[in-house]
């Protein structure tokens, strides 16, 4: 065995014995799959690799060749979804505006078939995009068809494409470790899942919905504190005078999946990292258990990426990052000035990226559409109508709600001063 391999243990850099290695790299490498749907051209390398990453216990040079290989074969999945997803007939426009059907058994065949200078149609609107065939414009036919998502992800996406360059162009040597093989192949199952349609729970890139319950947020301002716990612990603790509670609908499950954002929960305003929505309150401690006595608590899911977001920008502030229904609800005499509708997973990625625009980084940020400088996109700028419009179109709800205003001590903002 490598001696090398012993370094790497589940606690970080360490020493292990040879056969707890062997145990513990089995299970890294082991716990890494695909979903039963995904083609057999892909399946196949992927599994070749999961069966050669082993053999780095011996040589521990095979785990740069695992990683480096791991790179070429995200063209292949997402080359063989793109003859999946036609069914083997691919519509194609030729540089004199001819269409034509073209019938491929695999994608070699299609690129003997395509003509230079055609197009394809992307996107739920069909429009006929031009099409190389190569790698970017593979990456850019499975955004528009809803295949990959995530605004940070597409950040991501371009790094695979750079490295995958790199491997397939080298110039240098390099040695990766069994954490970067690891890490590489994690995420190319995470993407050929997606592309088939099948996020990763607990995923680091394109992640399943995570599970919401019901929790408890109580504050005092005489005390200067806020707790949080999970609803059906709310009777074990006894508060004194002065408290208040809300309840909401959140990701916390201690030890598992925790928005670190609840502190500065909001009503109105995205101040936490996942959707959060007010379910009761405010009011005392017995209140809120009365209602939970009445009330049957659910579990759902939520899906943070590429959510919509809206900003209000009123000539001297910006607004925080608001929902489309919440904005909709918001009085219209109250609500003067530009308004932007921009997507991104995070409010605070949303917020970062308007907040750029108005302080004169246009040339790094841009004004609208898919922003190369950050992990945004503006989808207009404009009137609140236009807004709520934008953010219809997007797919996301527009009704108005109007939920109590209420939101914890914590200081957080619900504006900012902007200097251009």
């Known amino acids: ?77 997402l080359r063989d979804r793109f003859i999946e997803f036609h069914k083997g007939v691919v519509p194609v426009r030729d540089s004199q505006g001819q269409v034509q059907q073209l019938a491929v058994r695999d994608y070699a065949d299609f690129m003997t078939q395509y003509p230079r200078n055609s197009r394809i149609q992307m996107g739920p609107d069909r429009q006929w995009e031009r099409f190389t065939g190569m790698l970017d414009s593979l990456y850019r036919w499975a955004r ?44 190319l199952a995470e993407v050929i899942n997606q592309l088939w349609g099948h996020p990763t729970p607990g995923g680091r890139l394109y992640p399943a919905p995570i599970e919401r319950s019901v929790v408890a947020i109580g504050w005092s301002d005489a005390e200067g504190r806020i707790a949080i716990c999970q609803a059906e612990n709310l009777h074990e603790g006894e508060h004194a005078e002065g408290w208040t509670f809300v309840l909401i609908q959140a990701v916390f499950t201690p030890g598992e999946a925790e928005d670190p954002e609840l502190w500065h929960f909001d009503s109105l305003f995205e101040n936490t990292a996942y959707p959060c929505d007010l379910l009761w309150g ?25 959510r919509v977001f809206l900003l209000r920008y009123d000539g001297q502030q910006l607004h925080m990052p608001q929902r489309p229904d919440v904005a909709a609800g918001m009085d219209d005499d109250g609500q003067p000035g530009t308004w932007f509708a921009v997507r991104a997973d995070f409010p605070a990625d949303a917020f970062s990226h308007v907040r750029a625009l108005l302080e004169g980084n246009a040339s790094q940020h841009a004004a609208s559409g898919e922003c190369r400088g950050c992990h945004a996109t503006t989808l207009t700028r404009g009137t609140r109508a236009q807004a709520l419009a934008a953010a219809e179109r997007a797919g996301m709800g527009t009704k108005p709600v109007q939920p109590t205003d209420v939101r914890t001590p914590s200081w957080a903002p619900r504006a900012v001063t902007i200097t251009s």
């Open 1 to 77: 065995m490598d001696e090398r391999i012993l370094h790497f243990t589940p606690a970080g850099l360490g020493h292990m014995e040879p056969e707890d290695a062997l145990a513990f790299q089995q299970h890294v490498i082991g716990r890494i799959s695909l979903a039963a749907d995904v083609a057999e051209g892909t399946r196949r390398r992927f599994e070749q690799l999961r069966h050669v990453y082993r053999y780095g216990l011996l040589c521990y040079d095979v785990f740069t060749m695992v990683g480096d290989a791991a790179l070429l074969v995200f063209e292949q999945a």
């Open 282 to 306: 405010p009011g005392t401690q017995n209140q809120a258990l009365a209602w939970l006595e009445t009330t049957t608590a659910t579990v759902d899911a939520c899906d943070h990426l590429d």
């Open 144 to 187: 528009c068809e809803g295949l990959l998502r995530g605004e940070r992800n597409r950040g991501a996406e371009r790094a695979v494409k750079e490295l995958r360059n790199m491997v397939a162009h080298p110039n240098g040597y390099h040695l990766d470790s069994p954490v970067d093989a690891a890490r590489t192949m994690s995420d």
